[in-house]
């Protein structure tokens, strides 16, 4: 068993997030992707990631650290 | 070319983050059918064919357990989680574009899109994937951190759970019997330390340390005035104060107030607390 994290998840974001790069005109890619990014990408990762996402792995890290 | 947003646009922004936000808060059973079509969906995204066999888990904690028993210990959750609805910032940032704008050949996300609209934690392997089902509850507080001062903040179905103060994963005693006043602030992390004087009350603290009066006013609204102890932290100064609700508050206060002037009665640092000096928060009446 392989893990394909890379393809699946890392590959398939760099792909589409270079589509959003080379389609924003250069002049104004600070402040459209910066707009999108800090209002829509931060405040879902600071609500909803930090929030939740980060807690429960931290509890199954502390639940599961002795057993390898 | 994409160099300004319209209004319309502008209006996404918000629509789209509270959205996201809604998937990543998702609770209850994921619809199993759904969650493999989106699987598959990834997959092909990706260029890789579809995984042999979908693993549903009970939560994270069991997702663990499955990956260790299938790769024979090769793998774990921790080693190989790749996604979650829970962290979709990314996704929620390019699926605003796929929605709002003309900005085109984005649809290898909508494997992930979907998968985060149908799955809690997710990991991709060449031959499984496995996939958690989400919390059965998530408790916030009224700023929208993760809270519950009488239970898990976190609960999944099969009961694996999650403590959590404003924020902070506590230990599961600390919200079910209380934390330990001298283990707690001899505790090496310094915001768990904070956080248990929190849970505990600094009203008990100071009492547990035989807080030395320096002034109590006859009004106890204004409150007294303590100094202690404590063990590795050193002289500290506090408010004891009764509150309109009833309730006693103990107030972290500095030893000198704003312009170095020594704080020695209730009344100053009752004042302090506002900003303001203590003849203005208690007009004296001179005749």
Not at chain 2, 162 to 170: A, E, L, Q, S, Y
């Amino acid at each position: 068993m392989k893990q394909v994290r890379d393809q699946v998840r890392s590959q398939v974001m760099g792909q589409v997030w270079d589509q959003v790069g080379v389609q924003v005109v250069v002049q104004d890619v600070v402040q459209v992707k910066g707009q999108v990014r800090a209002q829509v990408r931060a405040q879902v990762s600071d609500q909803v990631g930090d929030q939740v996402g980060d807690q429960v792995r931290d509890q199954v890290l502390d639940q599961t650290h002795n057993i390898n | 070319m994409l160099d300004k947003l319209n209004d319309e646009q502008v209006k996404g922004i918000e629509v789209c983050r509270d959205k996201w936000i809604k998937v990543g808060l998702q609770t209850g059973p994921v619809d199993r059918d759904a969650a493999i079509v989106a699987a598959n969906k990834a997959y092909k995204c990706a260029g890789l064919e579809p995984p042999r066999e979908v693993v549903f888990c009970s939560s994270p904690l069991d997702m663990d357990k499955k990956i260790r028993e299938i790769s024979n210990n090769e793998h774990n959750f921790l080693s190989s989680y790749g996604f979650a609805n829970c962290w979709s910032g990314w996704v929620a940032f390019i699926d605003y574009f796929h929605t709002y704008t003309d900005v085109k050949n984005l649809e290898a996300f909508e494997g992930l899109r979907d998968l985060s609209y149908n799955c809690g934690f997710v990991s991709f392997f060449d031959t499984h994937v496995f996939i958690s089902e989400r919390p059965e509850y998530i408790k916030m507080d009224d700023t929208g951190r993760t809270h519950c001062e009488n239970g898990p903040a976190i609960r999944y179905a099969d009961g694996f759970e999650v403590h959590i103060w404003h924020g902070v994963r506590v230990p599961k005693s600390w919200i079910t019997d209380g934390p330990d006043i001298d283990q707690a602030l001899h505790n090496s992390n310094l915001e768990l330390r904070r956080v248990a004087s929190e849970i505990i009350g600094w009203a008990k603290i100071l009492d547990h340390y035989q807080a030395e009066v320096i002034d109590e006013d006859a009004d106890p609204q204004i409150g007294t005035l303590l100094r202690v102890n404590i063990p590795e932290v050193g002289e500290e100064y506090f408010l004891k104060v009764l509150c309109g609700t009833g309730r006693t508050f103990a107030i972290p206060v500095p030893e000198q107030d704003d312009e170095g002037k020594r704080i020695n009665t209730a009344l100053a640092a009752n004042a302090w607390t506002y900003g303001i000096k203590p003849w203005e928060y208690k007009p004296e009446v001179r005749t």
